[in-house]
């Protein structure tokens, strides 16, 4: 089926290479894709149609169309008119229920005709309603073209690349070569990428060509990605050019989807590139010299041309294409039919000025040449050739006048919609092309309207009786061509943060969480209560690294806090510690935390783990607001973090000192701060007690925390998880934020109101603070009890006369208060300490009793031990 | 008035301390190397009237920011800037380094511009301080928490190199 | 059936502008054309007209990713979607339009434990309202999604989901085409290509509308303009609290049945559906900041594409086919506003972020009632502007932040 050697043929004849195709064995050569090493051995239907599920052959040629997709080696959609042969692939056709040659489904196009006009959906199946989903099934086993592989479980390597260039030339054609090339005569860092077979392995002296590869868009900044195979490159480059050419446009006429009518430049490939002799008798409609010449080629390839139009001077009212089993036998021509088993047709070239609309150039109608073109470019910009409508135009695409009943003229290939189609749209009032487009779908197929925008706009503007510029186009959207959602993906990494301790963690086998951006150990055993009870009655440690870590320093550090919380810290000596919760200026609670003052001009402020930066960013914000002279340095991750908390937390911690005296009971009180060696380490010492017993947080240097961690461990402390640290915590009825407050609590009902100081002049949230003071109270965040032994959800709903009346934030069973406890938003009527009300557990409801006050150690006194 | 020796990694006992990156590391090429450990400092303030001494090199990131990397101990490091009236921070231990070699392996990496460093930016998907030195090599300082990542990443980006053609 | 085949128009050709009506509804996308049908439908309200600055379902409506459930997290907006969903069951019978209503259950994953207490408290609140909303753990998520990788290999493993059997997607444009003929037929004016520039305003009062086609007098006023809410309230002088902001979306290429669910990602902040033509259609977060100009991200896309192959692995060789981007109005405790504003005979549809299509017939039926009767119906009180006077938000934050 080859023809002799051809002078720019892409195959080496000398080697085969052997495939599958539908379960047979199929051939071609190197240089060959799977499409034209299929065709030339005699295969003409490539597909079945999205909807009428009709014969489809090839048509472009080059990865446009719909035409060609079939499924590779289980890949569903690859257009294999472009994919090049592998030895081995496993080809086979998509969306046909049957055989390509025989497809069960062809019959809605026998029948269907009249039965799916467009919009057909839309008004059947309606009713009776529970029968939809039966419908719906059977719409979505007839919808889609490919097959996922349900079973791959792929992990491609995919790779992404930065790439910086000074000029980036897309489209490798004439225009695009040359430019390329006098751009390389001013300097290196010149890149063209091309989409085509053509350029594969090209050398154009100075210039870097990536070929096959193709632009994707123009995103923001001038940003190109460009697609290369199993790389992404990322181009960025002072000027971009494109050179990205014109798109034949088909012809639309009775039997133009038919199996052997192809676009002329889809001849030209299989001729020049795979030397393929294409039909044996072709005839040939051509808007253009080029399509003229596709014509002269025909012939030197041994084909019969009984009959080339020119378009241009011959229009042609009705053309038809007559087909048998979906295949092209005659072309009827202004009613006299003549034999053929191929139709060249094309209605002209139309820019493909994608890019340059994406990057927001304006695009224009021009009646004379029958064309959309592109104008006013941004800056930056460059377009050469025939994107810019050099050599462009288009005869009027429709040629299906004298419409007889049972013609089926494609305006879109893609979507299988019909000139019908679109006229009926119109009749029925979608009288915008934005609207038509939606309700026909026309444009929005595998190839996005690049083979049928145009006629679709022309055939709308002669139907609705306006210009074409009236008319407009549709938004062009991006990416220029469809792209692998691996690729944009590119490698697989989804960075966490782990503090320097956390390998110690996975060893000891902890349960390891997501915790905000960082990983975390949620507990180490099966029985959190252990740790809980070592920590109630031993001692235990917890890494605390991921509390977000603050330095403010400066004259001015004092008067930036006092500003920033509601709180007062004037007042604070140099070694002690407060509690602080920021509000927003809407005084909604954002974060909490201990500040501690390390000198007159020197603050340690904490956080909780996800809220070290937007904590950071909103100190730098207020701080630049108002100009104080502070600095804020986030040092989260230069310390490491552990809570060493127990009874036997002073004693431990006297043996890792130098001077045990140092962490003596009054040397070292509660809420005190001070800088200690422990075990070798400097760390800075807060004692605090978020779980309850006497504790110490130790802050020190990232890369000792292994060491301490393990001298801690030694010292007989045991590692203790989030989930122990949770119920601590609620035995002390203290609160997260986050989860005990929602992005709406305020300080007074989440009962802090002993905490804003509103006889500061001002303090960020001041106002909402007095505000909410004043007006009549909502709900309150309040402790209590459960009077049965359940432990309701977290969320669980407070039920006040059968509807929602309040919700539990967090829920535990403690067995050192010997009960479930929990904290709950209750409306402020309920709130007394004892009142009882009820919530719902699974499908009842029970009781609970509010309950003021921390649950354990009511006093303080074991903290403050 | 507190030296913030716990900020200091050179502080601590002999063989207290450990890189966030030497588990990732183990057995890498060497085109890759660990420099976390290596002497940082956070300066902020007029970075105008900071000297640096003999080995050392600072980055401006503005003319209130800037780091500097020294070679001696860190912590006498920050006592000499402070003394010149800049604030120092020694942030040894809140960073994790990398010395990377060869371009193609920063492109893969980062979209910085890698003739206009140091600079700034994203590497491997978490914020980076990455500077050049000669030829193709480069030094990546990332945030110590996310080190090990990065460090797979870099890793990862090694092998997709060595599969290209 | 015949009515299948005969070609008839599905609203009326756009007249000449009244001099007067009694309602005028800015905003031809889903919430304005429903309110339109529900006032001459229910309250036999007819001399009303709706004014689109471009064609009908330009906005939000022809854009969105159609997520369709009731699952929220506050009493109040559980209670108003649930009635939504409710209506919209019916909506394609009443409408005799097929809105291809697909209801095959909403998943929102949980990959933490935080997550797990969201979906947890989403549940209950759920449950005491009649909503179907559970808890379900990684078995039954694999009897209901096989496809998904519940493996301990993704970067966020999956820990559990909020499983919401109503919930699901819809045809947008055929909702936003049903409403519309719907209401023509009742004879309710459509105006395309009629932007409003101008509100006159005669002290507690919008006495007439200025547009680019001339001025109309004004009995009453509605704005349903979503993205563009601010603007067209100040055009009355007033100010919203809503900042206006970007979504992006896209659609790969068609395949074959290969997911039923919605499957919605909090953490990922992602999510994905199969619609019945066969395209997955993948969404994202807002973007965090503020504009009107509709381009997209290539950043976007990426990082959509790297967390849906975090879910479903087998699609990294499924292609991308379409993106496109929509504003959103977001208000700052992520409810809506709905209702009576400051102005007398002024009211308010806004405050929609990135949730607001599943809400368009229980819209169109409360402000309908509202425009007819002068009161507020109760399910919509909550959502008064004047909460943010009486500081009485209603925080969707946790459910509506990546949940649309
Ligand atoms: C990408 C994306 C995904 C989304 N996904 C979901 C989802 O899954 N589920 C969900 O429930 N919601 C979703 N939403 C939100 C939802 O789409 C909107 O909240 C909803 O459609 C709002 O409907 P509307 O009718 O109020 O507004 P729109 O449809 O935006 O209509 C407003 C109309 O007002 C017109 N207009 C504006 N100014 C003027 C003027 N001056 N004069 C005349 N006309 C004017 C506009 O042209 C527009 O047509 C999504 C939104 C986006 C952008
Ligand atoms: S021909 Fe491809 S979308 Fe219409």
Redesign the interface.
């Given at each position: 089926m080859r023809l002799g050697p051809q002078p720019r043929e892409l195959i080496d004849r000398s080697q085969r290479v052997l495939f599958t195709f539908d379960g047979r064995a199929a051939g071609g050569y190197t240089g060959d894709t799977i499409g034209s090493a299929l065709y030339a051995s005699g295969q003409r239907v490539f597909s079945r149609s999205f909807k009428y599920h009709r014969p489809r052959g090839l048509l472009c040629c080059s990865g446009h169309c719909p035409n060609c997709l079939m499924t590779v080696d289980s890949v569903p959609n690859v257009r294999v008119c472009v994919e090049p042969i592998r030895a081995g692939a496993v080809v086979e056709p998509q969306n046909v229920w049957g055989s390509l040659d025989r497809d069960a489904l062809a019959v809605t196009d026998k029948i269907g005709g009249p039965f799916t006009p467009v919009g057909f959906y839309y008004r059947t199946m309606i009713r009776p309603r529970f029968m939809w989903p039966l419908y719906e099934k059977v719409l979505r086993n007839l919808a889609g073209l490919g097959k996922v592989d349900e079973r791959h479980h792929g992990h491609s390597r995919y790779d992404v690349e930065h790439r910086r260039a000074r000029v980036l030339v897309v489209g490798g054609g004439q225009s695009g070569r040359a430019a390329a090339l006098a751009a390389a005569t001013r300097g290196p860092g010149v890149v063209l990428v091309d989409e085509g077979m053509r350029l594969r392995g090209a050398e154009l002296e100075g210039v870097e060509v990536l070929a096959p590869a193709r632009a994707l868009g123009i995103w923001e900044g001038g940003l190109v990605p460009v697609d290369a195979g199993g790389v992404l490159y990322r181009f960025r480059a002072e000027r971009i050019v494109v050179a990205t050419g014109a798109l034949e446009q088909p012809l639309v006429f009775p039997g133009n989807d038919l199996v052997g009518v192809m676009l002329p430049d889809g001849v030209r490939r299989l001729i020049r590139d795979f030397a393929i002799r294409p039909a044996s008798r072709a005839v040939v409609l051509a808007s253009d010299d080029d399509a003229l010449e596709v014509a002269d080629e025909l012939r030197e390839a041994g084909v019969a041309v009984p009959r080339v139009v020119d378009l241009r001077t011959a229009p042609l009212g009705r053309i038809e294409a007559k087909g048998r089993r979906g295949r092209v036998s005659a072309a009827v021509l202004d009613g006299r039919a003549v034999e053929c088993d191929l139709v060249v047709a094309s209605a002209g070239r139309q820019p493909s000025y994608s890019l340059l609309a994406q990057a927001g150039a304006r695009v224009e109608y021009e009646p004379s040449r029958g064309i959309f073109v592109p104008a006013e470019l941004p800056a930056g910009f460059e377009a050469l050739g025939a994107v810019t409508g050099e050599g462009c135009a288009t005869v009027h695409p429709l040629r299906s006048s004298g419409a007889r009943n049972g013609d089926k003229s494609f305006v879109c290939v893609c979507e299988d919609v019909t000139t019908k189609d679109v006229d009926r749209a119109i009749a029925e009032g979608f009288d915008s092309i934005e609207l038509s487009k939606r309700y026909t779908t026309v444009t929005m197929g595998p190839c996005q309207g690049k083979l049928c925008q145009l006629a679709s706009i022309r055939l709308y503007a002669r139907t609705t009786g306006v210009s074409e510029a009236t008319v407009g186009t549709t938004t062009a959207r991006p990416p220029w061509a469809p792209v692998e959602l691996g690729l944009l993906a590119g490698p697989h990494h989804e960075p966490a943060r782990r503090s320097s301790i956390h390998f110690r963690h996975e060893e000891a086998g902890a349960t390891i969480q997501w915790a905000g951006p960082w990983k975390r150990p949620y507990a180490y055993g099966e029985h959190p209560e252990d740790e809980v009870r070592a920590v109630h009655e031993s001692l235990g440690v917890i890494d605390v690294s991921t509390l977000g870590k603050i330095l403010v320093e400066g004259p001015q550090a004092v008067e930036l806090l006092e500003r920033l919380y509601p709180n007062r810290f004037g007042d604070m000596k140099p070694g002690r510690i407060r509690y602080g919760v920021i509000t927003s200026d809407g005084g909604r609670i954002m974060d909490d935390g201990t500040i501690a003052r390390l000198a007159d001009d020197l603050f340690y402020v904490t956080t909780t783990s996800t809220g070290a930066d937007a904590v950071t960013a909103w100190f730098e914000w207020w701080n630049a607001v108002w100009g104080y002279d502070a600095e804020i340095v986030n040092v989260t991750g230069a310390l490491a973090a552990v809570n060493l908390a127990g009874p036997r937390a002073r004693e431990a911690l006297s043996r890792l000192v130098d001077d045990p005296d140092d962490v003596a009971g009054d040397a070292f009180r509660y809420l005190d701060a001070k800088e200690l060696d422990v075990a070798g380490v400097p760390c800075l010492a807060l004692r605090i007690g978020f779980v309850g017993e006497l504790g110490y947080e130790l802050h020190f240097a990232s890369p000792a925390g292994e060491h301490l961690w393990d001298r801690l461990v030694a010292e007989g402390a045991w590692p203790f998880g989030l989930e122990p640290q949770r119920v601590l915590r609620l035995e002390k009825a203290h609160i997260i934020v986050g989860q005990d407050t929602d992005s709406e609590s305020n300080l007074l009902s989440a009962g802090m109101s002993w905490l804003p100081k509103l006889e500061k002049d001002d303090f960020v949230g001041k106002l909402a603070v007095e505000h909410v003071a004043r007006r009549e109270e909502v709900e309150r965040l309040v402790g209590f009890t459960m009077e049965e032994d359940v432990v309701p959800a977290e969320g669980a709903q407070v039920v006040i006369e059968g509807r929602p009346g309040g919700r539990v934030t967090s829920a535990r069973r403690s067995e050192a208060v010997g009960a479930v406890i929990g904290l709950a938003w209750l409306p402020p009527e309920r709130c007394e300490d004892g009142t009882r009300f009820e919530i719902r557990v699974d499908r009842r409801t029970v009781g609970a009793r509010v309950r003021h006050g921390a649950f354990y150690d009511a006093s303080g006194a074991r903290m403050r031990a | 008035?507190?030296e913030?020796?716990?900020?200091?990694?050179s502080?601590?006992?002999e063989?207290?301390?450990?890189?966030?990156l030497r588990?990732a590391l183990d057995g890498a090429p060497e085109q890759v190397r660990d420099l976390?450990?290596q002497g940082v400092l956070?300066l902020?303030?007029d970075i105008a009237r900071v000297e640096a001494g003999e080995g050392e090199e600072l980055v401006r990131l503005s003319p209130r920011r800037g780091f500097l990397f020294t070679p001696g101990d860190p912590f006498e490091a920050v006592a000499r800037v402070r003394a010149a009236g800049v604030?120092a921070?020694?942030?040894?231990?809140?960073?994790a380094g990398l010395a990377l070699e060869g371009e193609?392996l920063m492109?893969?990496l980062?979209?910085?511009?890698?003739?206009k460093l140091p600079a700034a930016g994203p590497f491997?998907?978490?914020s980076a301080l990455v500077l050049r030195d000669e030829g193709e090599r480069f030094r990546v300082y990332v945030?110590?928490?996310?080190g090990?990542?990065?460090a797979?990443?870099v890793l990862?980006?090694l092998a997709?190199l060595e599969?290209?053609p | 059936m015949k009515d299948i085949f005969r070609v008839r128009r599905m609203w009326r050709q756009p007249g000449e502008l009244k001099r007067r009506y009694d309602v005028v509804i800015v905003g031809g996308g889903s919430h304005g054309l429903a309110t339109a049908y529900y006032l001459a439908k229910r309250h036999g309200i007819t001399d009303v007209c709706i004014l689109e600055k471009s064609y009908i379902g330009s906005g939000a409506s022809g854009r969105n990713t159609t997520i369709i459930r009731a699952n929220y997290r506050t009493p109040e907006g559980a209670a108003f979607y649930r009635e939504s969903v409710a209506l919209y069951e019916r909506l394609s019978a009443e409408l005799d339009f097929n809105l291809m209503f697909s209801q095959h259950g909403h998943l929102t994953l949980a990959h933490s434990d935080r997550g797990m207490v969201v979906s947890q408290e989403r549940a209950e609140v759920n449950k005491l309202l009649g909503i179907k909303s559970e808890v379900i753990g990684p078995a039954r998520i694999r009897e209901l999604c096989p496809q998904l990788d519940l493996s301990d290999r993704p970067a966020y493993p999956i820990m559990g989901a909020l499983y919401h059997p109503p919930g699901g997607i819809i045809r947008h444009d055929a909702v936003v085409w049903g409403f519309a003929r719907a209401a023509d037929r009742l004879g309710v004016e459509i105006h395309p290509y009629t932007e409003v520039t101008g509100l006159e305003r005669d002290g507690d009062r919008i006495t007439a509308v200025e547009t680019t086609r001339g001025r109309v007098e004004a009995g009453q006023v509605v704005s349903a303009t979503a993205g563009w809410s601010s603007l067209v309230a100040g055009l009355a002088g007033m100010r919203l609290p809503i900042t206006t902001h970007i979504l992006q979306a896209f659609v790969t290429e068609p395949v074959k049945p290969f997911l039923d669910v919605v499957i919605v990602s909090g953490q990922l902040h992602v999510y994905v559906s199969q619609t019945d033509r066969g395209e997955f259609l993948i969404g994202a977060e807002i973007e965090p900041y503020t504009t009107y100009k509709g381009t997209g991200t290539l950043s976007f896309l990426e990082y959509s594409a790297r967390h849906v192959l975090e879910l479903f692995p087998q699609l990294e060789r499924v292609k991308v086919l379409r993106t496109w981007t929509g504003l959103c109005d977001l208000s700052p405790d992520y409810s809506p506003i709905l209702g009576k504003t400051e102005i007398d005979n002024f009211h308010l549809s806004a405050g929609w972020g990135t949730y607001g299509f599943k809400a368009a017939p229980i819209v169109g039926v409360t402000l309908a009632e509202l425009v007819a009767t002068g009161k507020t119906p109760e399910l919509i009180a909550p959502f008064a502007l004047e909460r943010f006077h009486t500081d009485t938000l209603v925080s969707e934050l946790a459910a509506a932040a990546v949940s649309h």
């Amino acid at each position: 089926m080859r023809l002799g050697p051809q002078p720019r043929e892409l195959i080496d004849r000398s080697q085969r290479v052997l495939f599958t195709f539908d379960g047979r064995a199929a051939g071609g050569y190197t240089g060959d894709t799977i499409g034209s090493a299929l065709y030339a051995s005699g295969q003409r239907v490539f597909s079945r149609s999205f909807k009428y599920h009709r014969p489809r052959g090839l048509l472009c040629c080059s990865g446009h169309c719909p035409n060609c997709l079939m499924t590779v080696d289980s890949v569903p959609n690859v257009r294999v008119c472009v994919e090049p042969i592998r030895a081995g692939a496993v080809v086979e056709p998509q969306n046909v229920w049957g055989s390509l040659d025989r497809d069960a489904l062809a019959v809605t196009d026998k029948i269907g005709g009249p039965f799916t006009p467009v919009g057909f959906y839309y008004r059947t199946m309606i009713r009776p309603r529970f029968m939809w989903p039966l419908y719906e099934k059977v719409l979505r086993n007839l919808a889609g073209l490919g097959k996922v592989d349900e079973r791959h479980h792929g992990h491609s390597r995919y790779d992404v690349e930065h790439r910086r260039a000074r000029v980036l030339v897309v489209g490798g054609g004439q225009s695009g070569r040359a430019a390329a090339l006098a751009a390389a005569t001013r300097g290196p860092g010149v890149v063209l990428v091309d989409e085509g077979m053509r350029l594969r392995g090209a050398e154009l002296e100075g210039v870097e060509v990536l070929a096959p590869a193709r632009a994707l868009g123009i995103w923001e900044g001038g940003l190109v990605p460009v697609d290369a195979g199993g790389v992404l490159y990322r181009f960025r480059a002072e000027r971009i050019v494109v050179a990205t050419g014109a798109l034949e446009q088909p012809l639309v006429f009775p039997g133009n989807d038919l199996v052997g009518v192809m676009l002329p430049d889809g001849v030209r490939r299989l001729i020049r590139d795979f030397a393929i002799r294409p039909a044996s008798r072709a005839v040939v409609l051509a808007s253009d010299d080029d399509a003229l010449e596709v014509a002269d080629e025909l012939r030197e390839a041994g084909v019969a041309v009984p009959r080339v139009v020119d378009l241009r001077t011959a229009p042609l009212g009705r053309i038809e294409a007559k087909g048998r089993r979906g295949r092209v036998s005659a072309a009827v021509l202004d009613g006299r039919a003549v034999e053929c088993d191929l139709v060249v047709a094309s209605a002209g070239r139309q820019p493909s000025y994608s890019l340059l609309a994406q990057a927001g150039a304006r695009v224009e109608y021009e009646p004379s040449r029958g064309i959309f073109v592109p104008a006013e470019l941004p800056a930056g910009f460059e377009a050469l050739g025939a994107v810019t409508g050099e050599g462009c135009a288009t005869v009027h695409p429709l040629r299906s006048s004298g419409a007889r009943n049972g013609d089926k003229s494609f305006v879109c290939v893609c979507e299988d919609v019909t000139t019908k189609d679109v006229d009926r749209a119109i009749a029925e009032g979608f009288d915008s092309i934005e609207l038509s487009k939606r309700y026909t779908t026309v444009t929005m197929g595998p190839c996005q309207g690049k083979l049928c925008q145009l006629a679709s706009i022309r055939l709308y503007a002669r139907t609705t009786g306006v210009s074409e510029a009236t008319v407009g186009t549709t938004t062009a959207r991006p990416p220029w061509a469809p792209v692998e959602l691996g690729l944009l993906a590119g490698p697989h990494h989804e960075p966490a943060r782990r503090s320097s301790i956390h390998f110690r963690h996975e060893e000891a086998g902890a349960t390891i969480q997501w915790a905000g951006p960082w990983k975390r150990p949620y507990a180490y055993g099966e029985h959190p209560e252990d740790e809980v009870r070592a920590v109630h009655e031993s001692l235990g440690v917890i890494d605390v690294s991921t509390l977000g870590k603050i330095l403010v320093e400066g004259p001015q550090a004092v008067e930036l806090l006092e500003r920033l919380y509601p709180n007062r810290f004037g007042d604070m000596k140099p070694g002690r510690i407060r509690y602080g919760v920021i509000t927003s200026d809407g005084g909604r609670i954002m974060d909490d935390g201990t500040i501690a003052r390390l000198a007159d001009d020197l603050f340690y402020v904490t956080t909780t783990s996800t809220g070290a930066d937007a904590v950071t960013a909103w100190f730098e914000w207020w701080n630049a607001v108002w100009g104080y002279d502070a600095e804020i340095v986030n040092v989260t991750g230069a310390l490491a973090a552990v809570n060493l908390a127990g009874p036997r937390a002073r004693e431990a911690l006297s043996r890792l000192v130098d001077d045990p005296d140092d962490v003596a009971g009054d040397a070292f009180r509660y809420l005190d701060a001070k800088e200690l060696d422990v075990a070798g380490v400097p760390c800075l010492a807060l004692r605090i007690g978020f779980v309850g017993e006497l504790g110490y947080e130790l802050h020190f240097a990232s890369p000792a925390g292994e060491h301490l961690w393990d001298r801690l461990v030694a010292e007989g402390a045991w590692p203790f998880g989030l989930e122990p640290q949770r119920v601590l915590r609620l035995e002390k009825a203290h609160i997260i934020v986050g989860q005990d407050t929602d992005s709406e609590s305020n300080l007074l009902s989440a009962g802090m109101s002993w905490l804003p100081k509103l006889e500061k002049d001002d303090f960020v949230g001041k106002l909402a603070v007095e505000h909410v003071a004043r007006r009549e109270e909502v709900e309150r965040l309040v402790g209590f009890t459960m009077e049965e032994d359940v432990v309701p959800a977290e969320g669980a709903q407070v039920v006040i006369e059968g509807r929602p009346g309040g919700r539990v934030t967090s829920a535990r069973r403690s067995e050192a208060v010997g009960a479930v406890i929990g904290l709950a938003w209750l409306p402020p009527e309920r709130c007394e300490d004892g009142t009882r009300f009820e919530i719902r557990v699974d499908r009842r409801t029970v009781g609970a009793r509010v309950r003021h006050g921390a649950f354990y150690d009511a006093s303080g006194a074991r903290m403050r031990a | 008035m507190t030296e913030l020796r716990f900020l200091s990694p050179s502080q601590c006992a002999e063989g207290s301390t450990a890189s966030p990156l030497r588990r990732a590391l183990d057995g890498a090429p060497e085109q890759v190397r660990d420099l976390s450990l290596q002497g940082v400092l956070e300066l902020r303030g007029d970075i105008a009237r900071v000297e640096a001494g003999e080995g050392e090199e600072l980055v401006r990131l503005s003319p209130r920011r800037g780091f500097l990397f020294t070679p001696g101990d860190p912590f006498e490091a920050v006592a000499r800037v402070r003394a010149a009236g800049v604030l120092a921070y020694d942030s040894t231990g809140a960073l994790a380094g990398l010395a990377l070699e060869g371009e193609q392996l920063m492109r893969r990496l980062t979209d910085l511009e890698l003739t206009k460093l140091p600079a700034a930016g994203p590497f491997a998907r978490v914020s980076a301080l990455v500077l050049r030195d000669e030829g193709e090599r480069f030094r990546v300082y990332v945030p110590q928490e996310l080190g090990h990542d990065v460090a797979l990443a870099v890793l990862d980006a090694l092998a997709g190199l060595e599969l290209a053609p | 059936m015949k009515d299948i085949f005969r070609v008839r128009r599905m609203w009326r050709q756009p007249g000449e502008l009244k001099r007067r009506y009694d309602v005028v509804i800015v905003g031809g996308g889903s919430h304005g054309l429903a309110t339109a049908y529900y006032l001459a439908k229910r309250h036999g309200i007819t001399d009303v007209c709706i004014l689109e600055k471009s064609y009908i379902g330009s906005g939000a409506s022809g854009r969105n990713t159609t997520i369709i459930r009731a699952n929220y997290r506050t009493p109040e907006g559980a209670a108003f979607y649930r009635e939504s969903v409710a209506l919209y069951e019916r909506l394609s019978a009443e409408l005799d339009f097929n809105l291809m209503f697909s209801q095959h259950g909403h998943l929102t994953l949980a990959h933490s434990d935080r997550g797990m207490v969201v979906s947890q408290e989403r549940a209950e609140v759920n449950k005491l309202l009649g909503i179907k909303s559970e808890v379900i753990g990684p078995a039954r998520i694999r009897e209901l999604c096989p496809q998904l990788d519940l493996s301990d290999r993704p970067a966020y493993p999956i820990m559990g989901a909020l499983y919401h059997p109503p919930g699901g997607i819809i045809r947008h444009d055929a909702v936003v085409w049903g409403f519309a003929r719907a209401a023509d037929r009742l004879g309710v004016e459509i105006h395309p290509y009629t932007e409003v520039t101008g509100l006159e305003r005669d002290g507690d009062r919008i006495t007439a509308v200025e547009t680019t086609r001339g001025r109309v007098e004004a009995g009453q006023v509605v704005s349903a303009t979503a993205g563009w809410s601010s603007l067209v309230a100040g055009l009355a002088g007033m100010r919203l609290p809503i900042t206006t902001h970007i979504l992006q979306a896209f659609v790969t290429e068609p395949v074959k049945p290969f997911l039923d669910v919605v499957i919605v990602s909090g953490q990922l902040h992602v999510y994905v559906s199969q619609t019945d033509r066969g395209e997955f259609l993948i969404g994202a977060e807002i973007e965090p900041y503020t504009t009107y100009k509709g381009t997209g991200t290539l950043s976007f896309l990426e990082y959509s594409a790297r967390h849906v192959l975090e879910l479903f692995p087998q699609l990294e060789r499924v292609k991308v086919l379409r993106t496109w981007t929509g504003l959103c109005d977001l208000s700052p405790d992520y409810s809506p506003i709905l209702g009576k504003t400051e102005i007398d005979n002024f009211h308010l549809s806004a405050g929609w972020g990135t949730y607001g299509f599943k809400a368009a017939p229980i819209v169109g039926v409360t402000l309908a009632e509202l425009v007819a009767t002068g009161k507020t119906p109760e399910l919509i009180a909550p959502f008064a502007l004047e909460r943010f006077h009486t500081d009485t938000l209603v925080s969707e934050l946790a459910a509506a932040a990546v949940s649309h």
